[in-house]
């Protein structure tokens, strides 16, 4: 299952709102996760099921979709929310990871 | 709290062999799947291979075409410790590679990695 993310890179201001987009190739129901990833720290899960706000994630970021197409929100962007964001489906194998989308700062 | 570290990075020279760990802790290792992904430089996240949780997890193992046949998983529950063993190794294996905790089985979280580790550098070059 392929995923396309867009978009690719993405300038935006502190304070801002800004959407991410994630399409897949075929159905995945809600089995789509969001991950942020900044040099040299861990991978951090951001949202599962599409929707659901990991444990420990500021409220400012919320995902949305089904099926096919997907969104991550990020509320009132903050210094430390640039960074790379990643979709990933867990529908099935092999799991697969849109290519990306670079979120700097304007 | 629960840690992921990876070990065994290093330089291979192509056609060569290396073994990566992860060493667990902060939950119970023998409850979850764990599974491997990488990263080229400069390039995007793969996902390389899955092993189950539970009492007999040796039996489902997953890989991507791309390193079926060449790398094997495995993991020793009394040492909170999973494997990766690459063999035949190619220019194009060159990546960070993270170990990932997937989240807890029959639960909505199970389709999703909760913990990675910070990654192992495996070169391979001549």
């Avoid at chain 1, 092999?94 to 989308?101: K, S």
């Amino acid at each position: 299952i392929q995923l396309t993310q867009s978009p690719s890179s993405l300038s935006a201001s502190v304070g801002d709102r800004v959407t991410i987009t994630c399409r897949a190739s075929q159905g995945i129901s809600s089995y789509l996760a969001w991950y942020q990833q900044k040099p040299g720290k861990a991978l951090k899960l951001l949202i599962y099921g599409a929707s659901t706000l990991q444990s420990g994630v500021a409220s400012r970021f919320s995902g949305s979709g089904s099926g096919i197409d997907f969104t991550l929100t990020i509320n009132s962007l903050q210094p430390e929310d640039f960074a790379t964001y990643y979709c990933q489906q867990l529908n099935s194998y092999p799991i697969t990871f849109g290519q990306g989308t670079r979120l700097e700062i304007k | 709290e629960v840690q992921l570290l990876e070990f065994g990075g290093g330089l291979v020279q192509p056609g060569g062999s290396q073994r990566i760990s992860c060493t667990a802790s902060g939950f119970i290792f023998s409850n979850y799947a764990m599974n491997w992904f990488r990263q080229a430089p400069g390039k995007g996240l793969e996902w390389v291979s899955a092993i189950a949780g539970g009492s007999d997890n040796t039996k489902y193992t997953y890989y991507a075409d791309s390193v079926r046949g060449r790398f094997t998983i495995s993991r020793d529950n009394s040492k909170n410790t999973l494997f990766l063993q690459m063999i035949s190794l190619r220019d194009d294996d060159t990546a960070v590679y993270y170990c990932a905790k997937r989240g807890s089985f029959g639960s909505a979280s199970y389709y999703s990695f909760d913990y990675w580790g910070q990654g192992s550098l495996v070169t391979v070059s001549s």
